[in-house]
């Protein structure tokens, strides 16, 4: 069952996300050399634009790479062989950053956790706690799981960590929540926070980064994991203070016409309107489960994700049937299962430039092809979401 | 009640229209010398697809211009001052056609219409019948009205003209038909066809172009109106066999993947992909009726136009109100009522390339927009859509 | 004698231009409702841009056309069937216009001029002082010739129109000098000046306009040529004071950004970096001719356009080689020699977005084209225009 | 002494190259799902393609990095702490891959080389011959050293192991040569071919990849550095065999359309062009040397490289000065003298989508800045670069 594809592609993946054309032009840039100082120009100002989106006034290193790339530099530059990590369990990102960690000679504690319930922050307190040797060298926390569509409270892990005067440094995962849910580097006390160019800045992939604290940079001159792509202090030595090698200009005009884009909007507004959608889709999901239908995967309603909803199927029922149908018959683009939730679940992608009307066309395909697929759930989820979204409206 | 707009611009225009991109990239084309052999080839390649579109194997001059320039075009090539034309009444553009045609010093004759109810062919057969001297040199048909969202059976025309054995010329405006209603130039013995660039072929607007048959250009060498912008026996003196000065080449490079698009998904499968959509959004409008709520403006079933959907408002209820929270709140643009429709109706375009989510997500954002300004409607509009949208992708 | 092309293509045929990339992108804009109020807000920024670079404060009215279809509506919004006008010869240009008038109903009075020196003012008053009776209505300029690389002096025109106080509108073709080539609408007297988007404003060919001075506008209330797509009280009585029809939204993003270089560049820079460029043409030019080479076609120094140079090949040399040698082997696209100048003439565009490095890399490649097709010429042109560029450079 | 720059910049950097606009177009791309079908395909192919240009039917991984993240994934999958490295010198190539390999624990032995000479190849097979305890797991070579100019004869160095009888690994950074120079991965018996995509490639910087030989992927299963990002054991389980983390779609259509226009010119045509060009360059610059003027870096005829040409300014005149009169004056971008050699030598990069204009442009544009510099040279450069094109012209 599939069509040509026509019209624009409703990409509702959770990341990479939607690029306006804007964007897209600025990255359609002619190559430039990368220390010519028009470009210097615009490469300072993105630094800057950057570290106002982390809410950090603090360091900020950059690399030619994905989001594991930035992951991996943190973990380089803050470790030595045989350090401890307390790795705080969310779902598969936190499983790929520990198997990352044990794959670059760093040992890991996981914190378990219920997937659908999240991490009990009680559970983060005792494990710190019970390190009387100090063997924990940091603790690793993704502030937004897009494999669940859950949220993880930093700021909670922060005053635990506090509370128990534990001396480990904080690095954050915030490749799903930046630019998207409301992430406050300094605040938290965040020591290394990795970041990535696809999801909320609605760039191409290619570019990642870390927010990097004064008291990281201090601990990262005794880290002795090997490392020379990532190495913080090979960056520091070069006018860029950031990349090893050569700088994708391109990913700049790109970076600063999103950082235009965002504070144009402002970013509390930006959060905002995440939120906003993202309630709408599960205003829209809760109502399917009526009929034994389709429900969030997340059960803790405070820690939802306003970037991705991840939807758990009924029992039996396969959630890439669904993906196979909105791509083949809508041209609608879902996000599966991940890992081991692959066929139980499908996800929901609402980060980036997004609009009401493409949320509501994502979800009505989606309910079109629940109905196609002969999945079990209540009719009218679109209409819920409209009613919240036309609620909503009013106050604007 | 305005937002800053965000996410992309849900287009349901009814022309200009959504333009893939694809087309963008193709139109966004450096310049070359319209001269060069290897445009020449693209050039010639254009002129033969898009006859292939317009299905004649007769003659094609293009022009510079917008859609009104063609339907000028169409009248000083063929007419001398003082000719008569008959035109059938359809709306605004059939309206605006015979103004035009006065302007330039052409007698009008019209055969009038209820603008919601269309011409009746009996009437068209009568006027000829009528002009026993043969003093009317043109039919003038405006295929799909887009003031009101209504079609008119070229066919149905054409065996009245037969029927009466009149040798007058059929000119159709097939403006906001071609590439998204069937059009057989050919079949149908229209003599002069005008198109533009941007409604199904999905273009910039800035070309226009006529198909003309042999018995049109027969008939050119003796129309007398003052003409050379648009005059076909210069263009014909030229390798282009088309345009007065300078050729717009950035438009036929659109006008290549227009084209190779069209005939990639076939130009049948384009126009069920078009009423598949526009059937949708009935569904929809009718729907919402129920409740005194807005109606179809188009009250012939038959004559329903695929390619734009007019509703009218309520009694007391601004359709401009309408129009204005769909753009200030959701970023969806709609037509207005165009001349004394002004008010009354909006229109939702429905051409070009689009899909199920663009559809629904504009209709639910219709709906939204009903509710928040307190206008009667049987709500669900929506869900009648979707149900008929599932129902059709059964067969896909 | 031909390669696949290859790099980026040199074009320097004299109109249309080379387009920015910045332009290109700003082009490539999705489709917007041209009612849209922001969309207005950008109208109403490119109408007054366009003045200041016309240098009026008077009206423009606007086409979507090319530059021939803003010479109908000059025409046939001024004058009345047998209106006599007076065009003074520059080469085909001229010629053109005057077919056009003719093919309008309007009667032509031509001052002869040789193409290689230009008009004489003096016949230009004489011509002015011998219509007694006041017939002429209007006299018709072609401020630079493409054709023939020369400009004429249209101060002096309007200098001779008062010295004889003679009524006549004047109207000027400015398509290939606005935005190159000094030009005052208002400090001139020109009562319309024509214009198009494809020369200097760097933009694809598709949009055309005229400014009009309050004089022109009243002469309008009695033209009675029949006229309807570019008719001025059609367009006045419209929310954007232009066009009928649709308006090509796209050119008008492409406009914006044209006039924000021009003016950031300031529009007295522009018109200096288009006569040095030129002078640097000429400079190679002339070195050429040293040895019965091909020399400059205007032998009116004063006279030499800042926009385009016409080379004139030694007798018995076909310039239609050069051009094939230069666009076969090195990507180079010259102009040709129109209507009787073909084969004699080929035509060196600089106008636009240029810089030395495209002028010389295009001067060096027609020098290696002539040595390549064994036309005479004294070696050593580029040097000649290096020299006169570096020096030129000493001063910036 | 500086102008707002105006026209197409000169991009003669070294790297990141000029990229053509089909290309910019494709990289444009909307964002789609790295594990959607149809993407696959684009994917699959652009494997496949990529090793042709390789010459290559082994394997081949690729990285969401810059060139320096391939040399890394070079080194830490094939050796292991304390291992053995033959790097022989080149110039700031070969010594930052020795940096980079100490900085990642692996021991380094440097065959020595004056850098305007190259390396002697008896003294690669001394220094193997050396290695009776066949220590050196690895030779690494840059093909062509991007900082001198110079190629180096990797057929050579095989030779020389082969007669050697040495087990070692062969590295071989193709950066600035593939695509631009004849490479020949299996021919060569090369095991391990670092390349990224800003280069022969004409891509934007952020994707580079490394060619792998049988030998080498058995060679990885015992190697010990610690690794995750750039692990090929965790890319090979991996749908896509290759990358860890997301796939950079965008780069992947412009990778496609890069193959398409390689393909299409031919691969052997292709060098031949850059040979051809690169050859234009060398002419010009021994000319200027004529006068005690700026010479040719590499002294080994025979080993000049055909995608960039370093020049070595005379005793007592900045480099420096030359590029930022090329850039502030002429919008041309010229490469500097990397890390010793700044302010000694400037860099022409010749390579990737070039053509005469572009090359003769940029040589007219330094010789100005020399002689606007007051830097002693014998003028006539460019004419000698024509002189050897226009010869090559008449053969193609």
């Avoid at 990352?100 to 319930?117: C, H, I, N, S």
């Avoid at 939807?311 to 196979?324: F, K, Q, S, Y």
């Avoid at 683009?333 to 980036?352: A, C, D, T, Y």
Wanted: charged share 20%.
């Amino acid at each position: 069952m599939s069509r040509l594809p026509r019209g624009r592609q409703f990409f509702a993946n959770p990341g990479p996300t939607n690029i306006p054309d804007s964007i897209l032009h600025a990255v359609a840039h002619v190559t430039v050399d990368f220390n010519d100082p028009a470009f210097l120009k615009v490469y300072d100002a993105c630094i800057e634009g950057l570290k106002r989106v982390l809410k950090t006034r603090q360091h900020l290193l950059m690399y030619t790479a994905s989001g594991h790339g930035a992951w991996e530099a943190s973990l380089v530059n803050l470790m030595s062989p045989g350090d401890l990590v307390l790795i705080l369990e969310t779902g598969n990102f936190s499983e790929s950053w520990a198997r990352m960690a044990e794959g670059l000679g760093v040992r890991v504690q996981t914190v378990p956790a219920d997937w659908r319930r999240g991490i009990d922050i009680a559970a983060v307190r005792a494990a710190l706690d019970a390190d009387t040797a100090r063997e924990i060298k940091a603790v690793c926390v993704v502030h937004n799981e897009t494999a669940t569509g859950m949220s993880l409270p930093v700021g909670e892990v922060r005053a635990a960590m506090d509370a128990a005067s534990h001396p480990a440094l904080l690095l954050v995962d915030t490749i799903s929540s930046l630019g998207s849910i409301d992430f406050r580097m300094d605040e938290w006390g965040v020591d290394c926070a990795v970041g990535g160019s696809q999801k909320g800045l609605m760039l191409p992939t290619g570019m990642s980064f870390t927010g990097v604290s004064d008291k990281a940079l201090e601990a990262h001159k005794s880290a002795k994991l090997a490392k020379h792509y990532f190495n913080w202090t090979v960056m520091l030595g070069r006018r860029h203070k950031g990349f090893v090698g050569t700088v994708p200009t391109t990913l700049f005009y790109g970076l600063q016409e999103s950082l235009r884009r965002i504070e144009e909007e402002g970013l509390e507004q930006v959060f905002a309107r995440h939120t906003r959608l993202a309630e709408a889709v599960r205003r829209c999901v809760r109502h399917w489960s009526g009929n034994n239908g389709p429900q969030l995967f997340c059960l803790t309603p405070s820690r939802v994700s306003d970037s991705v909803t991840a939807v758990l199927m009924p029992e039996g029922h396969d959630a890439e049937a669904i993906r196979r149908t909105c791509m083949g018959m809508f041209n609608v683009s879902l996000g599966g299962g991940l890992s081991r939730l692959n066929g139980q679940v499908f996800r929901i992608g609402h980060l980036g430039d997004l609009n009401e009307p493409m949320v509501l066309g994502t979800l009505a395909s989606v309910e079109m092809a629940l109905q196609l697929n002969g999945v079990p759930h209540a009719s009218g989820g679109v209409a819920a979401a409209m009613a919240f979204l036309a609620e909503a409206a009013k106050s604007a």
